[in-house]
């Protein structure tokens, strides 16, 4: 079953500290892999998109990085902001059979900065 | 970046009414729309793939007669929730598949539907 699992549900952590979210799946066949932020009553943002060949990818602050062996990423941000608090939501691509892609969304991990 | 606009922000409607959502591309041509619901602390839900020009393709479980979808141009897609009713009430996000950019989907803001 293609499913794609965040951890943690949510953090709280504290402004100016670093924090690290995960996301595992089991998606085939694997086309690439997004992290989205969306902030409360907003569309998602795309942050990053990596390809099977792709170990890490950054965005300012946001470093992400994926092992296509093990079938990880994870989203690490930097000296974190206020603006930060938002839901981070891991999107994997599996490629269908016509060459269509399909998306399948993680429930997203919920980031609380506090000041 | 490219921008996709969704309007209304936000609607309140009596339960049995119609209700019409438009997402637009704004900067870039969109050859296909996609349209997404989602629940308090749930994940986005893909509702139906909009080509331009042709019928949508829903996804299982979705009411095509419920949920119309139009996609006259290559940078307007249209969701019509008719007859609404109460549990229809959710956020919902348009998004648009760059032209020249087939991985890259643009996310608008969303609407939030509340049926009364």
């Known amino acids: 079953k293609n499913q794609v699992e965040q951890s943690p549900q949510s953090l709280i952590i504290l402004e100016g500290k670093n924090c690290t979210l995960q996301c595992n799946y089991t998606v085939s066949p694997f086309s690439n892999l997004r992290w989205y932020k969306q902030d409360t009553g907003r569309g998602p943002v795309s942050l990053t998109i990596m390809t099977f060949s792709e170990n890490t990818k950054s965005n300012g602050r946001y470093t992400a990085t994926l092992d296509a062996d093990t079938k990880q990423s994870s989203l690490h941000i930097t000296a974190s902001q206020l603006s930060d608090s938002a839901s981070y939501i891991c999107?994997?691509?599996?490629?269908?059979?016509?060459?269509?892609?399909?998306?399948?969304w993680g429930l997203g991990t919920s980031l609380a900065v506090n000041p | 970046g490219a921008v996709v606009s969704q309007h209304p922000s936000r609607v309140i409607c009596k339960s049995g009414t119609s209700v019409k959502i438009e997402c637009r591309s704004l900067?870039?041509?969109?050859?296909?729309m996609f349209w997404y619901r989602q629940f308090p602390k749930q994940s986005l839900m893909l509702m139906a793939t909009s080509n331009e020009g042709s019928k949508a393709t829903y996804e299982q479980g979705v009411e095509k007669d419920k949920f119309l979808i139009n996609h006259a141009s290559l940078t307007l897609s249209t969701l019509t929730v008719t007859s609404a009713h109460p549990e229809d009430s959710s956020f919902y996000i348009c998004s648009a598949r760059d032209l020249g950019r087939a991985e890259t989907q643009y996310f608008g803001p969303g609407t939030r539907l509340l049926v009364l």
């Open positions: 999107v994997v691509s599996l490629l269908n059979a016509g060459n269509n892609r399909k998306l399948i």
């Open positions: 900067d870039f041509q969109a050859t296909t």
